[in-house]
């Protein structure tokens, strides 16, 4: 390899680019700058009709601004490395983005002008010729024996090139991080690209060029790879701790005046320095991604005690709200402290308990404590973990025991995991009374007020007696008592859901004629005086909250008035905050799926929060920070309860916190892997989130090698292959046949209330941009593409295609397909038969009937203004002009459906008036009828549409030309067997991180 070095008037300086002979032809990496030195650098010390291949790093003029003029002066070829990873082929939008961004930051109009004159296109930023060629798309890579290593560095488009024994960079592998833009807008999002994460991630990618000779592009030599990423790292820190002091200032702008008053004219110098600011804000606010990074790479040691130095003396990394990025968060309610007690919260934001069954006989178990943790990292104000066990028939062997002193060291382990990262740290109490179920309980009856039947466990449970009762109390309060010793920050009592303490204040099921039953006053004295007793074990200073139903939703119950009062009771016996939440397990209410709004119960937490003075905690479907903000901005509640929102997304508080908010995944509320699991006696997962539940085993540890590998398939599985093949530092290209990222999503977040699932597609497509994974969309996989690409690995997760069954008459044009239904291709008429009754049948079906009712805001206008009655109003929003008959072949509809979710969707075709025909079959569908025959004999259904919803089969052709061409190979999500979204979540990312 020789090095040529060349003087350039840019801001990198001296630019070094080298060349290596391949029989007798030159092959030139970079190509220097544009002036008339350069030029005639390259005309006396090369020869230039030798030259074939100019091969381009990275996108500033400083390395490919004489690239034009040597391919007009030689016979060589100008390669860029992605066809769409250079945004100077966007340099328009890339310019406007910035321009925003600098705004939000506190650059005056003024300045944005000023910046984006100076980097007027053609001049900093020249434009790319077409007839530039793609190494994406090429196989010169193999022929000339390098791989393409994509590193953060230039504008987001460094590289390094890597041969056998040697790898040469654009950049001086990091240096980037002080000498380029940093504040990079993501083309993909419109927002900021975080260079602070993709530096991390880099790291480890070049530790992986230990032992190979480095060429870089802005230094004479480098030492070692190690030594030079601690060389930057070490600077990293010294500029954090300089501009740690400042970080309190109103904006970024007012940084740089601090630092540089007046002295600092050019507008571009200016943007660097931001730059540099917003970068240093990323990691101080979290700094374990860097630190993970340099331990992940056996680096971490020699930086260790700088490490813990710059934290330790400067206390906790300043607040988002503190240093303007994005999202002006200095005024942001969500991060604001809040007082519980005793108790100082540093935000808004609680986890709330949730049954995880990963305890094994009531012991805090490793998956437990990693899942919390990785909770309490990612900037949750309140962690409540539960329910734990008042003693061994309130719950099962999988809850968190707390009924027994040997239980207390596991909780001091939980309790140590939440807080070491800045979270508070609580544990719920509860007995589950009649929900509890005997198989559980060793063959023993559940136990509740009065004998009366759940239709939850279809068991009819013992009646308490007065000195059981006695009892109970008792040992709840040894059981708050364990959990201050274990060392937590407070205690919940859980007293809705349909559990004990909520079963004796509900005259359903406490038909007691003693002094716990009858009255109000008499019903909620159990509850009041396990709240006593509790507080007496544990002290007044230490906060005891209570989890209480809003509304219990069960006709005949105690309803949201009574509730409303005992809230009242709770507050005058001591109690420090009151978390809300709705419904019990029985009522016929949706409380927790995907057509439940937004916030929708957060007036329930209101009514409440009226009538006491501590603090009220708003549940039930808040996913987003934006929904959180306005239920807090409108005096809604005090705090929010995120609880499945954060096992989708762990990080969503901290990236709402540093304006990250494009980057979060959204809770979908399916229950397919939290509460569907539960059902199966399984530990919880998550659809969107395949890590979840699987914090020890799911660590994505940087590649050895990085390998190629081709996705085939922009549907939930492809996209989370990609995405954990990319994590591991592979060089992913993702192809997708259709024009938008989603597959399946799409279909499942068409009808309405289901719309959840269109926005995880776009949240993971926006995860696809931020990990630098390619896209491909309108690109089919084929074998041509195949032999092009060469990938060492291909992903097949192609889906499926709807069947078309052997029913006469099914060619016929009135015969649609229920994904064309689904998708908007395809229309219906008025009278509608949909053959089969599994999830897509169904959702097809409610998606119609939609068709001709009002909608919400129409209905509340109507009913604001009393222009009809309400009976006629609930008419016209489930009755819809179409008529709409399903067929299903089998004795059950919905099958495929989720437990959580089926009964909804059931619920809803009885109330969307939808008839269900079930062990009928379809004998022949004809010009206006359809001809079924089931128990009742033959009858002919009338029909203008007929809406084939039959199943799916596997598309997975890929796997033989994979085969054929010898390259390795994995099929996932439909393509490998037509299944629920959750499994080709998963599927897709077991793929990608066995690469």
């Known amino acids: ?203 480890g990618k070049l530790a992986t060029l230990r032992g190979k000779e480095i060429y870089p592009g802005h230094r004479t030599r480098i030492s070692g790879v190690d030594d030079t990423i601690l060389f930057y790292v070490s600077k990293l820190l010294e500029r954090a701790r300089r501009l740690l002091p400042l970080m309190d200032r109103p904006s970024v702008v007012a940084i740089i005046e601090e630092l540089f008053g007046s002295t600092l004219k050019d507008p571009f110098h200016k943007y660097l320095k931001a730059s540099e600011v917003v970068f240093m804000q990323d990691f101080l606010q979290e700094p374990e991604p860097l630190r993970r990074a340099l331990e992940n790479s056996g680096l971490l040691e020699p930086v260790a005690a700088e490490f813990a130095s710059l934290f330790e003396s400067s206390g906790p990394a300043p607040k988002a709200s503190q240093c303007l990025t994005e999202t002006d968060t200095a005024e942001d309610i969500l991060f604001t402290p809040v007082q519980i007690g005793t108790m100082e919260i540093p935000n808004r934001i609680c986890m709330p308990a949730m049954h995880m069954n990963m305890c094994r006989n009531y012991q805090v178990t490793d998956a437990l404590v990693a899942f919390y943790s990785e909770r309490a990292k990612g900037g949750a104000g309140l962690i409540c973990v539960g329910y734990a066990t008042v003693d061994e028939l309130s719950g099962n062997p999988g809850n968190i025991g707390a009924h027994d002193d040997r239980y207390v060291e596991g909780l001091r382990r939980l309790a140590l995991a939440i807080q070491e990262h800045g979270a508070r740290s609580a544990v719920q109490i509860n007995h589950a009374g009649r929900y509890n179920h005997s198989m559980l309980l060793g063959g023993k009856k559940p136990v509740a007020p009065s004998p009366v039947a759940s239709r939850l466990t279809g068991e009819t449970p013992r009646e308490l007696s007065a000195q059981e009762i006695q009892d109970i109390v008792g040992r709840f309060a040894s059981s708050a008592a364990r959990i201050r010793e274990a060392g937590f920050d407070a205690v919940e009592i859980l007293a809705g859901t349909g559990y004990l303490i909520s079963e004796f204040l509900s005259p359903l099921t406490n038909q007691r004629q003693d002094e716990y039953g009858g009255s109000l006053e008499n019903r909620m004295r159990f509850g009041l005086e396990v709240v006593r007793a509790v507080k007496e074990a544990t002290g007044n200073a230490y906060p005891v909250m209570v989890r209480l139903n809003g509304n219990d939703f069960m006709p005949g119950g105690i309803g949201r008035r009574d509730l409303q009062t005992f809230a009242l009771a709770l507050e005058a016996v001591g109690v420090d905050a009151i978390c809300v939440n709705v419904g019990w397990h029985e009522a016929q209410v949706p409380q927790i799926i995907t057509k439940v709004p937004r916030g929708a119960f957060a007036y329930l937490a209101r009514e409440i929060r009226t009538l006491v003075g501590i603090p009220v905690i708003a549940s039930h479907r808040i996913n987003d920070p934006a929904t959180a903000r306005r239920l807090l901005g409108q005096g809604m509640c005090d705090m929010v309860a995120m609880g499945r929102a954060l096992i989708a997304d762990p990080w969503l508080p901290r990236k709402a916190a540093t304006g990250r908010e494009r980057e979060i995944i959204h809770c979908v509320a399916c229950g397919q892997g939290c509460f569907d699991n539960l059902f199966k006696m399984k530990s919880v997962e998550c659809l969107c989130n395949p890590e979840a539940g699987h914090e020890l085993e799911t660590m994505l540890e940087p590649a050895e090698t990085p390998r190629r590998v081709l996705v085939a398939g922009g549907g939930p599985a492809g996209m989370s292959a990609a995405l954990a093949a990319g994590r591991r530092g592979h060089r992913v290209l993702l192809c997708e046949k259709g024009s938008r990222l989603g597959g399946q999503l799409l279909l499942a977040g068409a009808p309405p209330g289901r719309e959840e699932f269109v926005q995880l597609a776009k949240d993971l497509a926006h995860q696809l941009s931020r990990q630098r994974v390619e896209v491909h969309l309108n690109r089919e996989v084929d074998e041509e593409l195949l032999k092009a690409q060469r990938p060492d690995v291909l992903i097949v997760a192609t889906g499926a295609q709807p069947v078309l069954p052997k029913i006469a008459g099914a060619e016929k044009p009135h015969v649609v397909q229920a994904w064309d239904v689904l998708c908007g291709k395809a229309q219906a008429g008025r009278r509608v038969v949909i053959i089969g009754g599994g999830a897509v049948g169904i959702e097809t079906a409610l998606l119609l009937a939609e068709s001709g009712t009002l909608s919400g805001e129409e209905l509340k206008f109507l009913l604001a203004h009393r222009a009809e009655e309400p009976v006629e109003l609930l008419r016209m929003a489930t009755r819809g002009e179409k008529d709409i008959t399903i067929v299903e072949a089998t004795d059950k509809l919905g099958r495929n459906f989720g437990k959580t979710t089926r009964w909804t969707m059931l619920q809803d075709l009885q109330r969307f008036g939808i008839r269900t025909l079930t062990q009928t079959n379809v004998e022949q569908i004809e010009e206006a009828s359809v001809r079924v025959s089931g128990s009742s004999g033959s009858q002919l259904l009338a029909a203008d549409t007929v809406v084939l919803a039959v199943g799916s089969r596997s598309v997975r052709g890929l796997q033989t030309l994979a085969s054929q061409q010898h390259i390795a190979c994995h099929v996932v999500g439909d393509a490998h067997e037509p299944a629920m979204v959750i499994d080709a979540v998963h599927q897709g990312f077991a793929a990608g991180r066995k690469v």
């Open 1 to 203: 390899m020789q090095q040529h070095s060349i003087d350039t008037p840019y801001i990198a300086g001296e630019v070094h680019c080298y060349s290596m002979e391949t029989d007798g032809e030159i092959i030139l990496f970079d190509s220097g700058p544009p002036t008339p030195a350069a030029q005639r650098y390259f005309q006396e010390h090369m020869d230039l009709e030798r030259l074939r291949h100019v091969i381009i790093t990275h996108c500033h003029i400083d390395h490919y601004g004489l690239a034009s003029w040597l391919q007009e002066n030689s016979p060589a070829q100008i390669w860029l490395p992605y066809r769409d990873s250079l945004k100077i082929t966007r340099h328009g939008e890339w310019l406007d983005g910035l321009g925003d961004l600098l705004g939000s930051l506190g650059f005056s109009p003024a300045y944005v002008k000023q910046f984006r004159d100076s980097m007027d296109e053609g001049t900093i930023f020249p434009r790319v010729p077409e007839e530039y060629r793609i190494l994406e798309e090429s196989d010169l890579p193999a022929r000339l024996g390098f791989e393409v290593l994509p590193c953060p560095g230039h504008s987001q488009s460094d590289l390094v090139y890597v041969g056998s024994d040697w790898a040469v960079t654009g950049d001086t592998l990091l240096q980037g991080i002080f000498q380029s833009p940093l504040l990079d807008v993501d083309l993909e999002s419109g927002g900021r690209f975080h260079n602070y994460h993709a530096y991390s991630e880099t790291i």
